[in-house]
């Protein structure tokens, strides 16, 4: 069963605006769902001033259209829709319809844990126009927020160095589901596991916690409540010592890493969740090496993110596991990726032949890019150019994508970086893995973290066609 449909239960086909079922109906009723279309998608701005961002998502994306199917429910919930004068807002036929409907297209798409800059393609949908607009809303839902994520925690990794970051989010996610998959997201991205049970479940992520403020409170001192911990999990045992006092709460653990000793184990160390964290850590650090424990960790959580941990790392502070909770899974300060599903090509139903669509805008970098796009990765830049017009043997120079005049392109190998994933309707097998995606996105980051001006340049052939198809729709 697919992720999606454990996380939420039965179909997901209603995962949509309005507008897509109004458009699906107007189409029907038109004659022309079968009309062949292409769609992509993409962002426009880089989230947290980072220059590119890391693909997730996909995985999803993948279980979704290939399980995409109207329920009894959810067809309906449709025949109870209304129009302005009170009438059925669709007909009985267009429902029937809907019944009968499955993704039957082809997905091309970036890897997971690929580098991705502004306005390239992650995805490129090639389906009849009825099912490659109906599925938008629920394609941007699938990539944005995981993306988003994935970045955040590819950042808080780098800030940490060789040191562990563990999701702890759960509890300030945006809902189950959205936990869930902000887990995921945060492990491709980086993370070295989570807290989460289910994510562990779902995914095979490593899990990984301590105990909370409640089991010391639980009982009536903390030292007492350390040694009930102990004798539980005896190997296991990360003391969280700032419930009360917190340089007591480190002498506290001491004692009972004593007696953990005493009866043959070892304390794994202490968590810090309060305070000057840096000072903290610097305190417990030698209370503990003075005390025999030189090999305890200390871990640190509380409001973390890449600058918190990038600072407390300047500092020289002892901390050598990060617990990243609200911060990494709401992906703060930014709210949201800025992503996009635009059309780009229609098929010819006469001819056969691919007809450019492209959307003009007033406002900067709104505009789109017509024809069916692959994208091609070089050392130095990103090449972007229309299969139908034919593939850069070997470019001399490109095109910047927001306008100026064509930059030299150094020589080299490129590689096509969207491949198919979904075939009529079928995904293709195997799947990369997580772990796959996982590596992917540690060599992506670590690559273009030190160069984020890797440029987009459109092929010369992509460029002739923008500017004669916006001359022909400008008015």
Not at 68 to 75: G, T
Not at 101 to 117: H, I, K, M
Not at 348 to 363: P, V, Y
Not at 449 to 470: F, I, N, T
């Amino acid at each position: 069963m697919s992720v999606i449909r454990q996380l939420y239960g039965g179909s997901q086909a209603l995962l949509a605006d309005l507008y897509q079922l109004t458009m699906a109906y107007a189409h029907w009723r038109e004659g022309d769902p079968e009309r062949e279309a292409v769609f992509h998608l993409s962002f426009r701005t880089a989230p947290f001033n980072n220059g590119f961002a890391i693909a997730c998502g996909l995985d999803s994306v993948i279980d979704f259209l290939c399980d995409l199917q109207f329920s009894q429910a959810d067809l309906d919930y449709l025949k109870t829709l209304r129009g302005a004068a009170g009438q059925p807002l669709f007909d009985v036929g267009f429902i029937d319809y809907l019944a009968r409907l499955r993704f039957t297209g082809r997905v091309d798409a970036l890897p997971e844990g690929t580098a991705v800059f502004p306005d390239e393609p992650l995805l490129r949908v090639q389906a009849p126009l009825l099912q490659a607009q109906l599925v938008e809303t629920a394609l941007l839902n699938l990539i944005n927020f995981p993306t988003l994520v994935a970045t955040k925690a590819a950042r808080m990794a780098q800030a940490a160095g060789d040191q562990p970051v563990v999701d702890f989010g759960l509890r300030k996610a945006h809902g189950p589901g959205a936990g869930a998959l902000a887990a995921r997201a945060a492990y491709l991205g980086g993370c070295a596991g989570t807290a989460n049970l289910l994510a562990g479940r779902l995914f095979d992520i490593p899990v990984q916690g301590t105990h909370a403020h409640s089991w010391v409170m639980a009982f009536d001192d903390e030292a007492d409540a350390f040694d009930r911990f102990a004798r539980a999990l005896p190997d296991d045992c990360i003391f969280l010592v700032d419930t009360y006092d917190t340089m007591q709460g480190v002498q506290n653990a001491i004692s009972a890493g004593l007696k953990l000793r005493e009866a043959g184990h070892e304390m794994r160390g202490i968590r810090l969740d309060s305070g000057d964290l840096g000072a903290l850590a610097v305190q417990a650090r030698r209370m503990l090496d003075e005390a025999g424990f030189r090999d305890a960790l200390i871990a640190a959580s509380s409001s973390l993110d890449e600058q918190a941990i990038a600072s407390l790392r300047a500092e020289n502070a002892p901390i050598a596991l990060w617990g990243a909770g609200t911060r990494l899974n709401t992906a703060q300060p930014d709210a949201a990726l800025d992503g996009v599903y635009k059309l780009s090509a229609v098929r010819d139903e006469q001819a056969g032949a691919w007809i450019g669509r492209m959307k003009l805008s007033d406002s900067a970098g709104k505009h789109s890019l017509p024809g069916r796009l692959q994208l091609r990765r070089y050392a130095d830049c990103d090449w972007l150019y229309d299969i139908d017009r034919g593939a850069p043997v070997a470019p001399g120079s490109g095109y910047p994508n927001q306008g100026g005049p064509a930059q030299p392109v150094p020589g080299g190998p490129g590689a096509d970086l969207l491949e198919p994933v979904i075939v009529d309707g079928q995904a293709v097998e195997p799947r990369s893995t997580l772990a796959d995606a996982r590596q992917r996105a540690l060599a992506a980051f670590s690559r273009f973290a030190v160069r984020r001006d890797h440029p987009l340049l459109l092929d010369g052939r992509l460029e002739e066609h923008r500017c004669e198809l916006a001359r022909r729709l400008a008015p």
